[in-house]
């Protein structure tokens, strides 16, 4: 059974740092994407960044690029999400999820920025940014 383990959540000050981590079992990096979302309550669940292990291509959201890394170590079957300068509208539940990989001219562009589209998920894990 597939399982995503997210880590790493907790309170920063704006413009300080957190990495997530998310630890998968039971599956193999280099068939899935893994991808990073968040939710605040009363908002629907914002795609922020995801990783594709099989041809290293990545995707940030505006509201993260630049300020945001991912980036995987697969014999640790682990993304993490390296998150710089925070603000206080960063805070909210992270989850990770796993899709199946699938190669770009078989999806479209914003496939995987689409929570509908994975098949997996970890339970969260609650990031507070104060100002």
């Known amino acids: 059974e597939v399982q995503l383990v997210e880590s790493g959540g907790g309170l920063v000050q704006a413009g300080g740092s957190l990495r997530l981590s998310c630890a998968a079992s039971e599956l193999t990096f280099d068939d899935y994407v893994i991808g990073w979302f968040r939710q605040v309550p009363g908002k629907e669940r914002e795609g922020v960044s995801w990783l594709s292990s099989s041809d290293g291509d990545t995707y940030y959201a505006g509201s993260v690029r630049g300020r945001f890394t991912i980036s995987s170590d697969n014999a640790k079957n682990t993304v993490y999400l390296q998150m710089n300068s925070l603000k206080p509208d960063d805070t909210a539940v992270y989850y990770c999820?796993?899709?199946?990989?699938?190669?770009?001219?078989?999806?479209?562009?914003?496939?995987?920025?689409?929570?509908?589209?994975?098949?997996?998920w970890g339970q969260g894990t609650q990031v507070t940014v104060s100002s």
């Open positions: 999820a796993a899709s199946v990989y699938l190669p770009a001219n078989y999806r479209s562009d914003n496939y995987y920025v689409r929570p509908k589209n994975y098949d997996y």
